[in-house]
Each structure stands twice: as structure tokens, then as C-alpha cells.
């Protein structure tokens, strides 16, 4: 793995903790979304990762195949280009379900 794909996955990680940092205080997609400020934050954190994506080489993407990189810069797009037609709890739902398991396949990236 490149030093600059290796940068990536650690900037990818630290915007995956401060999703869960500013998420872990709410009980419910309702709660959270009225707290714009970590709504808004956590938005921008998702752009966040969708550029490091973006920014990974075609061999590491090629080698870590089981990370669906298409979707995680099809939602950025989403949020940067349709941000007053984003369902709330559709992304509370992702930060739920499907964060946790990116962090621990990044985790797995970047301790090889």
C-alpha cells in the first residue's frame, strides 16, 4: 500500500470517530437531526470520506475489493450536490448499521 492511500485509510478513520462522537449522544434519528450542528458535522465528515475515496489508488481499491467504494462516493455526491433532499433517517440508519463495519475493515487496512 502507498504512503498516500495509507493517509487516506487514517483520514477516512478519523472521520468515522468523529461520526460516532457526535452521534453517540442521541437516542434517535429525530434527536439527532435537531441538533444541527452534529447533523451538519457528520454530513461534512461523510463528504470527508467520500473525497479520501475518491483519492485512493486504482491497486488498492483493486486489492481491498470487499469495501464497496462506489457506494461511499455515491453518497457524497449525494450529500454535497442534493444536501436539502437528504433523508435524515436514511443516513442515521447507515451511521448505525453500516459505519462500525467500514471502521473495522479500515482498521484491518491499516494495521498490515
Known sequence: ???KDLLNCFAILEALERIEQYT???????QWMKDQVAYDACLMN???????TAKMSNDFLGQNKNIEWHKIKAFRNIIAH???????KEVWQIIQTKLPEL???IKQITSK
Open 1 to 3: 500500500m502507498s504512503e
Open 82 to 88: 442534493d444536501y436539502l433532499g437528504i433523508d435524515f
Open 24 to 30: 453517540h449522544p442521541h437516542q434517535s434519528a429525530e
Open 46 to 52: 461523510f463528504v470527508v470520506i467520500g473525497e479520501m
Open 103 to 105: 471502521k473495522i475493515k
